[in-house]
């Protein structure tokens, strides 16, 4: 096993990269609806896919965010951003200024949403997004169109959001009458971190083994890798080529 440190932007440009060269994006993109729902690891995902497709020049991840975590007594007004809408293709065009309250009532199976979470079980694979919204927001869209229609829902997420214990019992505590704060909804779909980004770029397996950093490693993982030789030089030269990338930025 090798071991390797991954930052949280690192984390966000490697599950980016990994998707896109999944066979369920190639797929949706020869023929279907792929919606990106905003956020910041799914801006990254934005600016993969949409470079794959020849696209990439007019999009910016700067604004490409929705709910966002900032830290204490920092000042928002400072970051403020127009919202562009999130990224929707279909049959590989992308639909600029579309959000999936636009399309939402239309995707139906073999399209598919990628949607982030704020809350991630490893162990169990699941993930949960917090709601601020009253009506839950593009949490209910999704949700809709998923268990409605049979999309599929992908939900690429770091491994800095993960939490101990049941998403559904943590759901259950946050949303409780005598709770306070945002609420929370765990999401119906497949969960993508770095760990499926590594074996899905090299071949390697990779599991999370220790964390934290400081000087600009606050947040990162140690991801150890098992695999041949060969696989193993893979997951080096692509987590290495992703050494410098900035602090996320949206």
């Known amino acids: 096993m090798r071991q390797f440190l991954v930052t949280p932007a690192m984390g966000k440009r490697l599950i980016a990269k990994a998707l896109t ?4 994006i190639r797929d949706v993109l ?12 799914n ?4 600016e ?4 794959s497709t020849g696209q990439a020049e007019a999009f910016s991840r700067k604004g490409f965010r929705r709910g966002t975590v900032f830290p204490p007594n920092f000042d928002a007004k400072s970051v403020a951003a127009d919202f562009p809408g999130d990224v929707v293709l279909t049959d590989g065009a992308w639909r600029k200024g579309k959000t999936i309250f636009d399309v939402a009532d239309d995707l139906s199976c ?3 949403i990628l949607k982030g979470a704020n809350a991630l079980s490893i162990g169990a694979r699941e993930a949960a997004v917090y ?8 949490a209910l869209a ?18 800095e959001k993960r939490i101990c214990g049941s998403v559904t019992e943590t759901a259950a505590a946050i949303n409780a009458p005598e709770s306070s704060g945002p609420r929370m909804l765990p999401l119906p779909g497949e969960v993508f971190t770095e760990l499926d980004a590594i074996e899905q770029l ?13 000087y600009g490693a606050e947040g990162a993982v140690f991801v150890g890798v098992s695999g041949s030789d060969e696989q193993l030089a893979k997951a080096e030269v692509v987590i290495q080529n992703l050494a410098g990338e900035p602090p996320c930025q949206a």
């Open 43 to 46: 801006g990254y995902v934005a």
């Open 110 to 112: 073999g399209d598919v």
């Open 142 to 159: 999704t949700i809709s169109a998923v268990a409605g229609r049979r999309v599929r829902l992908i939900v690429p997420v770091g491994l």
């Open 131 to 138: 709601i601020g919204h009253p009506q839950a927001g593009t």
């Open 30 to 41: 020869a023929k279907g609806t792929l919606v990106i729902v905003a956020g910041s690891t």
């Open 21 to 24: 060269g999944t066979q369920a």
């Open 202 to 214: 090299s071949g390697c397996k990779a599991c999370l083994v220790a964390a934290g950093g400081i």
């Open 48 to 51: 993969e896919i949409l470079a």
